[in-house]
């Protein structure tokens, strides 16, 4: 028996007009449908794809360094 953990961790392609794109990536996210016309900020997408390298992977990895585990 063979367990391998892998932490695939994306971070920074989504769109986003505050880096000067046309447009945010709102379609990446939970809600089916953009909330905010084309052009304005998504602040809700942006704020989910910023969790990830904000808290999550932070809290995965301090996970697997409190049991032991590779990663």
Do not use: Q
């Not at 379609?27 to 904000?54: C, I, K, N, Q």
Request: glycine content about 12%; proline content about 4%; aromatic content about 12%.
């Amino acid at each position: 028996l063979a367990v391998n953990f892998v932490l695939n961790y994306e971070e920074g392609a989504e769109y986003s007009i505050a880096d000067g794109d046309g447009h945010t990536d709102a379609s990446l996210s939970e809600v089916a449908t953009p909330r905010v016309p084309r052009g304005d900020r998504d602040l809700g997408a942006e704020s989910m794809f910023e969790y990830g390298s904000r808290v999550g992977f932070w809290r995965i990895h301090r996970l697997f360094r409190d049991h032991g585990l590779p990663l």
